[in-house]
């Protein structure tokens, strides 16, 4: 019903930036909430950051004040805009659809982008 994509990704030296970008498309009646999350190897998934119609914005301590999340959701699209990266930020950065309605009645659809990935040298 939904797909979310995401793009952005690559390799970047340590102390460099990137863009990453996601876009959902499908049966949307509108987004109230959309996250950012990561899975380093052998590391569990791990909420990175997380954004709502009201621009009310959460991050995880690792990423305080070097990552930015943003929200075009009149395009159905959420950014992250990743600064001062480290190498333990490298990771596959996976969007998920944190609230997305696809109906006036309220039903929601929940799921993963297929991921894109990071990699931060040293």
């Known amino acids: 019903q939904v797909q979310l994509v995401e793009s952005g990704g690559g390799l970047v030296q340590a102390g460099g930036s990137l863009r990453l970008s996601c876009v959902a498309s499908g049966r949307i009646f509108k987004i109230d909430a959309m996250a950012w999350h990561r899975q380093a190897p052998g590391k569990q998934r791990e909420l990175v950051a997380k954004?709502?119609?009201?621009?009310?914005?959460h991050y995880a301590d690792s990423v305080k004040g070097r990552f930015t999340i943003s929200e075009d959701f009149a395009k159905n699209t959420v950014y992250l805009q990743m600064g001062s990266l480290k190498p333990d930020d490298t990771a596959v950065y996976y969007c998920?659809?944190?609230?997305?309605?696809?109906?006036?009645?309220?039903?929601?659809?929940w799921g993963w982008g297929q991921g894109t990935q990071v990699t931060v040298s040293s």
């Open positions: 954004i709502d119609v009201g621009g009310n914005t």
């Open positions: 998920e659809a944190d609230r997305i309605v696809i109906d006036s009645y309220g039903a929601t659809w």
